[in-house]
């Protein structure tokens, strides 16, 4: 007997399905590489304590006078006239204005009228009293008139306050009779004697018998 012989089939291989572990893993990406940053190096800075004040500034501060407003006041400018009458010219709170109103009455007594140049210096007719300081007229100190006691008196300022005392024998009077030309200026014109030198007295002859003005301080 032929034994049968049994023909197999030829297996195929299966083609395994390519899976996520199987593909090619994508080269990694290498970062490029950055330059560390340089640290700037900062110096230590020592912070020292203020100073403690000195006895002698803390006295200096302690003795250091508050500062003074000058409070307003009231002033009048006043004229008595060669036969002791007085009338008020002007008033305000403004000493300045009071001593340049007064300048202006004194040049239109004696400046300002029909005499001859040569006639003006001996017939003039009014006279301002001002204290010089350094070589000008004060702001801190004004004459203040003859009282009824016989003296004159002065009005100072100390501290923002004004105060009337007996005219003080160091100061420096000068009698203002008027601003005239001479040539293309103009200069105060004051009192002086025949010889061209100032007079500094309230007890000179010239001053008699002529009108005087003066400011009073009313509050």
Known sequence: MKKKVTKT????????????TMKKAAPKKVKAHKPAKTVKTVKAVRITK????????VKRVSESKPTVVPRKIRA???VYDEYGQGSIVANGDNLQKMTDRARQFINEANVENALAAGEKHKAWEAYY?????KNAPSTSM??????????????TNANGSWSQIPLPKEAKMRFFLGTIQKGRTKEDWYLS?????EINSLNDNQLQQKSVLFIKITG
């Open 9 to 20: 089939k030829s297996v195929r291989p299966i083609k395994q399905k390519k899976t996520a």
């Open 50 to 57: 203020p100073a403690r004040p000195t006895k002698t500034a």
């Open 76 to 78: 009048e400018l006043w």
């Open 129 to 133: 009293p001002e204290i010089f300081e």
């Open 142 to 155: 004004y004459y203040a008139g003859n009282k009824r006691d016989g003296k004159h008196y002065v009005y």
């Open 193 to 197: 004697d025949h010889r061209g030198n």
